[in-house]
């Protein structure tokens, strides 16, 4: 097919912008036949009243796009007539084709939300990872972070949501949801998502976050006491929890203490990756709120973005590899 001159025009530009690298590298590291694959079974046939659909291949870009800049559905419908480089990387020509609208993705949202689909993406992507080598099995990180909800009754129903809850950190209070990762102590990518409501202690989510294979997990001080639980007495892998901050700035000056601190140094290196995964979502991928209402429609969002940023991550190693293949 004949290229428009609007795509010639952009072909030849002479700089490439750090949106144009950002979608050429994800573009490249995502395992795009394995996700079509995964989808396939659950992607309609029609797009309804005979219409033929949308390609599943576009789709999925679309979602990815949307995913990764932080977009509502009406925004990535804009950003793709606004953005030469997300519509090629999409894979729209406007001079042959209208964009997929917002309703279309809501649709395709709601059908990965209904099949537990986007899980299925996250273990796609990490099975895809683990099989390049990335993914070892002998250690854990588990974290947890905050996602601040709309604390706003400012709606239909006069109502916040009643999925989400109030949690403290420190002496703040913040209305949302948690995020429980699992990530692998290694690498520092995440294998394990779980959301829960913002209240939920975080060590009640410590075993769930763990693969089963591990001989080691590390975790913050709140974490503290996860060894004695009822759910952890059978697991064989050894804690290594950080000590309380109080009692950390307590310890005495003396060769005891120098060796006790020099262990709270080096479990806080190995637990600073779980940060990474973190720092992508909330501040590259700008998720910082909840989308949407309810705990399940959130918590299947952090699948995607889990497992983009895994990709993200990755990218270095995965386009260095000289067995890399761009499917």
Not at 10 to 25: I, P, S, V, W
Not at 106 to 129: A, P, V
Not at 315 to 322: M, Q, S, T, V
């Amino acid at each position: 097919m004949q290229a428009s001159f609007s795509e010639l025009e952009y072909a030849a530009k002479k700089k490439q912008t750090r949106r144009d690298r950002f979608l050429a590298e994800i573009d490249a590291v995502t395992p795009w036949v394995e996700l079509e694959r995964t989808v396939t079974p659950f992607y309609p046939r029609s797009g309804g009243r005979g219409r033929p659909p949308i390609g599943l291949a576009r789709m999925l870009r679309m979602y990815v796009a949307q995913q990764c800049f932080g977009l509502s559905d009406e925004g990535i419908e804009d950003a793709l007539y606004d953005s030469q480089a997300i519509r090629r990387f999409v894979g729209i020509d406007l001079n042959r084709e209208s964009a997929p609208d917002a309703t279309t993705l809501l649709n395709f949202r709601h059908l990965l939300e209904n099949h537990q689909l986007t899980e299925s993406i996250f273990n796609t992507i990490t099975g895809h990872l683990a099989a390049k080598g990335l993914l070892l099995r002998e250690g854990t990180i588990v974290d947890a972070t905050l996602i601040a909800a709309p604390p706003s009754t400012k709606n239909k129903d006069g109502k916040r949501d009643p999925d989400m809850h109030q949690s403290k950190k420190g002496k703040q209070w913040y209305f949302g949801m948690k995020a429980h990762i699992g990530v692998d102590a290694q690498s520092g990518l995440v294998h394990t998502v779980i959301g829960t409501a913002g209240n939920v202690s975080d060590v009640t989510q410590a075993q769930a976050l763990l693969h089963g294979d591990e001989t080691d997990a590390f975790g913050d001080a709140g974490y503290q006491g996860v060894e004695k639980r009822d759910d952890n007495l059978e697991c064989p892998v050894t804690w290594h929890v950080a000590m309380r901050p109080s009692k950390r700035k307590a310890l005495p000056a003396t060769p005891l203490g120098g060796l006790l601190e020099r262990l709270e140094h080096t479990k806080a290196s190995i637990r600073a990756k779980v940060e990474h995964p973190f720092h992508v979502v909330k501040n590259l991928f700008r998720h910082r709120k909840t989308r949407y209402k309810g705990l399940a429609k959130n918590t299947a969002q952090l699948f995607s973005l889990f497992g983009l940023a895994n990709l993200f991550m990755a990218r270095r190693w995965l386009l260095d590899a000289p067995s890399q293949s761009a499917s």
